[in-house]
T-cell receptor, first 113, second 114 residues
Framework: SQKIEQNSEALNIQEGKTATLTCNYTNYSPAYLQWYRQDPGRGPVFLLLIRENEKEKRKERLKVTFDTTLKQSLFHITASQPADSATYLCALVPSGGYNKLIFGAGTRLAVHP | EPEVTQTPSHQVTQMGQEVILRCVPISNHLYFYWYRQILGQKVEFLVSFYNNEISEKSEIFDDQFSVERPDGSNFTLKIRSTKLEDSAMYFC????????????FGSGTQLSVL
């Protein structure tokens, strides 16, 4: 069956450290993979998109990698801050479906001062 | 920055009643979506809409649900004969390209079915 798996348990890190979140997918062959941030009671907010022919994408303190062989994306936040505390969702469009973005369950990140 | 707006923010209804959730997507966007999130669970795709018709829908989106773009600015989700299990946060989203690109989400409507 098709799955998107993220560490659904909370990830606790100290301020200033790098947070690394994992997204693994099974039985999908996405051309793109997206990452979103969700705060409690709010809608997801787009952060980054990476294409299958890109190994790495950066935006300020954020970095995403995409390994289509391992079927995995890693999301890094460097120099983390308490304001980065949120749930981070990975999302993809299944091959054969062009207008249907599917989300993983998300990883809750808590950055402690 | 332009945003997707949803009304109402909270809706309480009795089981069996019909509700309409409203959304105003970003004005130059062409692709529209509804998602739902049951408390503590993941964001689930319901339906996508393009060129005045449904482009994709999930198994959740059965005959109880319908979507409409009644005019040039609004996008609505109608839920007929609501059930207790329809209680969830419903998010509208829009994009200027397909779901392969960036989606902009609204703040959601919290639907409570009693």
């Amino acid at each position: 069956s098709q799955k998107i798996e993220q560490n659904s348990e909370a990830l606790n890190i100290q301020e200033g450290k790098t947070a690394t979140l994992t997204c693994n997918y099974t039985n999908y062959s996405p051309a793109y993979l997206q990452w979103y941030r969700q705060d409690p009671g709010r809608g997801p907010v787009f952060l980054l998109l990476i294409r299958e022919n890109e190994k790495e994408k950066r935006k300020e303190r954020l970095k995403v990698t995409f390994d289509t062989t391992l079927k995995q994306s890693l999301f890094h936040i460097t120099a983390s801050q308490p304001a980065d505390s949120a749930t981070y969702l990975c999302a993809l469009v299944p091959s054969g479906g062009y207008n249907k973005l599917i989300f993983g369950a998300g990883t809750r990140l808590a950055v402690h001062p | 920055e332009p945003e997707v707006t949803q009304t109402p923010s909270h809706q309480v209804t009795q089981m069996g009643q019909e509700v309409i959730l409203r959304c105003v997507p970003i004005s130059n966007h062409l692709y529209f979506y509804w998602y739902r999130q049951i408390l503590g669970q993941k964001v689930e795709f319901l339906v996508s809409f393009y060129n005045n018709e449904i482009s994709e829908k999930s198994e959740i989106f059965d005959d109880q649900f319908s979507v409409e773009r009644p005019d040039g600015s609004n996008f609505t989700l109608k839920i007929r004969s609501t059930k207790l299990e329809d209680s969830a946060m419903y998010f509208c989203a829009s994009s200027d390209r397909t779901a392969n690109e960036k989606l902009f989400f609204g703040s959601g409507t919290q639907l409570s079915v009693l």
